[in-house]
């Protein structure tokens, strides 16, 4: 069982639309929550972090954590073109390495 | 600021060749990372280094080596290049490891091998 699942999609939705992904992990140890974004021949940059439970919102963005269930969700309001790219979840325990999920590729249809 | 730099962007190479795929940043972090993204696949760490003259392996270490000879920069090494090596090498670099510390990372090096 990988410590981090995530859905690689690929996920296609219209603009406008609210868009949800997720990622499930096992490590009850993480504490560190983190979303990268990744344009097409990019690297990734980061878009969210969250330290242990809760929500925290940025703009359009929504990064919830639900330690209990061991899920984490990014949410996008109002969704544009320009939202379109891979979607990476990164979590850590402490001061060790991050671990990613696999990405999942969103595209934005105008 | 420049923020994380690879070279090259894009090369073949065949079978049994080596490369030494390039990285610096001018943050002044002490963290650097090797990654590989295969399709569909996430990041998996290559190898990782603490400061100059300290690295550590990561989860995927077989087939590459990695030096350290100062803070700027982090060299990747592959010393017989196989089909399973073709691609996609991140670099990244942190001030510090985990604890919710931002990765930045390299536009990437996409090779192929055949």
């Known amino acids: 069982q990988k410590e981090v699942e995530q859905d690689p999609g690929p996920l296609s939705v219209p603009e406008g639309a609210i868009v949800s992904l997720n990622c499930t992990y096992s490590?009850?140890?993480?504490?560190?929550f983190m979303w990268y974004r990744q344009y097409s021949r990019k690297g990734p940059e980061l878009l969210m972090y969250?330290?242990?439970?809760g929500n925290k919102e940025d703009g359009r963005f929504t990064a919830q954590v639900d330690k209990s269930s061991k899920y984490i969700s990014l949410f996008i309001r109002d969704s544009q073109p320009s939202d379109s790219a891979t979607y990476l979840c990164?979590?850590?325990?402490?001061?060790?390495?991050?671990?990613f999920g696999q990405g999942t590729r969103l595209t934005i249809n105008p | 600021n420049a923020g994380v730099t690879q070279t090259p962007k894009f090369r073949i190479l065949k079978i049994g060749q080596s490369m030494t795929l390039q990285c610096t940043q001018d943050?002044?972090?002490?963290?650097m990372y090797w990654y590989r993204q295969d399709p569909g696949m996430g990041l998996k760490l290559i190898y990782y280094?603490?400061?100059?003259?300290?690295?550590d392996k990561g989860e995927v270490p077989n087939g590459y080596n990695v030096s350290r000879s100062t803070t700027e920069d982090f060299p990747l090494r592959l010393e017989l290049a196989a089909p399973s090596q073709t691609s996609v090498y991140f670099c990244?670099?942190?001030?510090?490891?985990?604890?919710?510390?931002?990765?930045?990372f390299g536009p990437g090096t996409r090779l192929l091998v055949l």
């Open positions: 990164a979590m850590s325990k402490g001061a060790q390495k991050l671990v």
């Open positions: 990244a670099s942190s001030y510090k490891q985990g604890e919710g510390e931002t990765q930045y």
């Open positions: 969250t330290y242990s439970s």
């Open positions: 943050m002044n972090h002490n963290y």
């Open positions: 280094s603490v400061g100059a003259g300290i690295t």
């Open positions: 490590n009850s140890a993480f504490q560190y």
